[in-house]
């Protein structure tokens, strides 16, 4: 079973993924700031992590760079509602799979989820 960690500071996103990717059958964990991210990623080694940019205590940004120090395997979808060219070069420093930019469909995370878990 593959392992999700859902980085999101918004509930009710955090409530319908979770909800939802427990239904396609993965391993599902959440965090609501960036530093309960960076501890559980280093904790349960997820196969991919959705991760908001801004969060409390750490922004995706720093919980990417401090995920890869330790991790370089799992993927890794941005999801932000403050997209910049500046941002998504910082992305690819990172090896992001997915950068998602806000307001996207629960659908459509989804489907970004099982592509990258495909690769």
């Given at each position: 079973m ?7 500071d ?11 990717l427990?239904?396609?059958d993965y391993e ?8 309960e ?5 280093r904790e349960?080694k997820?196969?991919l992590i959705?991760?908001?940019i801004?969060?409390?205590?750490f922004?995706g940004?720093e ?7 330790s ?5 890794i ?11 998504q ?10 950068y ?11 489907k970004?989820v099982e592509?990258?878990?495909k690769?």
């Open positions: 593959k392992k999700i960690l859902i980085c999101e918004e509930a009710d996103a955090i409530v319908y993924l979770n909800n939802k427990k239904r396609e599902v964990h959440t965090a609501v700031d960036g530093k991210a960076i501890e559980k990623a349960m997820p196969d959705l991760l908001d801004r969060m409390p205590k922004d940004l919980v990417a760079k401090q995920i890869r120090k991790d370089t395997h799992a993927k979808i941005f999801i932000t509602a403050f997209a910049s060219p500046q941002l070069q910082e992305a690819i420093k990172y090896n992001i799979s997915d998602i930019v806000k307001p996207a469909s629960n659908e459509e995370i989804v970004a592509a990258a878990l690769t």
